[in-house]
């Protein structure tokens, strides 16, 4: 009911609008990520298709994201309300893990360490620390991001399924270097396990998304892109499995 002589307050627009501005953010940060990709030790574990679809990961994946912490970052510093949803809290995980990916790329590239095909192919084993150590990295920055950054209770058990996916891989190359084969689970057995995984992923973020859709407010262009860039990303992982298995 209307109090005679007091008018309402407006309401804060918490909508998330582009700006030229922003979307020359986005390309700057796209054409870094192309070259910190270049410079990768990764390149020199990939090779045709699979190198492709990761290159396509890269530069749809972590300059969406990066460029989504830089957006909510702006408007914190200029005090505009923040109306945080789903499909943000998965590009601010990609953010995070995007930031990562740069300087962890760029340390390893700056202390001259010689990760080209001759070294991997006579040091296997290091490599194998090097991606221990990388995985593990990027899967406690996935879950600090989860954990600093709220969200509807359903969606943080979608988080469970990457997470597996990263223990395995990350088990498997700790495990081959210590030479502690026999506690490996394979090569073969963990490209089968991370296939599945993915495909659960697929499954569970479709249908966080509809639940989400029906029993929520109406969600903001953002949250969607959200959701469709790790439809995406999930997809591109799943090919890039099912190639390393053919």
């Known amino acids: 009911m209307d109090v005679p002589g007091e008018e309402a307050l407006p309401v804060e627009d918490t909508t998330i609008r582009l700006s030229l501005s922003d979307l020359f953010v986005w390309m700057t940060l796209t054409a870094l990520l192309c070259f910190i990709s270049q410079i990768s030790f990764y390149q020199h574990l990939q090779s045709g298709v699979q190198e492709v679809l990761s290159q396509i990961s890269i530069l749809t994946f972590f300059p969406v994201g990066l460029t989504t912490l830089y957006l909510f970052a702006k408007r914190r510093w200029t005090k505009h309300p923040i109306d945080f949803q789903p499909g943000h809290w998965l590009l601010v995980q990609c953010g995070v893990v995007g930031v990562y990916y740069v300087v962890a790329t760029a340390l390893i590239y700056l202390t001259n360490s010689p990760f080209d095909n001759t070294f991997i192919s006579l040091h296997p084993r290091w490599i194998s620390l090097v991606l221990f150590v990388y995985q593990t990295g990027q899967m406690m920055c996935l879950l600090w991001a ?23 891989f990350s088990w498997n190359h700790f495990a081959y270097f210590n030479g502690l084969y026999q506690l490996g689970l394979g090569g073969l057995f963990a490209l089968q396990f991370n296939v599945l995984v993915s495909i659960a992923e697929l499954l569970v973020l479709v249908a966080l998304a509809i639940w989400d859709a029906k029993t929520a407010p109406r969600r903001d262009w953002l ?6 860039l790790f439809l995406l990303s999930t997809l591109l992982n799943v090919v890039q499995f099912g190639v390393a298995l053919a």
């Not at 989860?146 to 395995?168: C, H, T």
């Not at 949250?223 to 469709?228: K, R, S």
């Open 223 to 228: 949250h969607w892109v959200g959701v469709g």
């Open 146 to 168: 989860a954990w600093r950054f709220p969200v509807r209770s359903p969606w943080e058990f979608y988080l469970v399924l990457p997470v597996v996916g990263r223990l395995l």
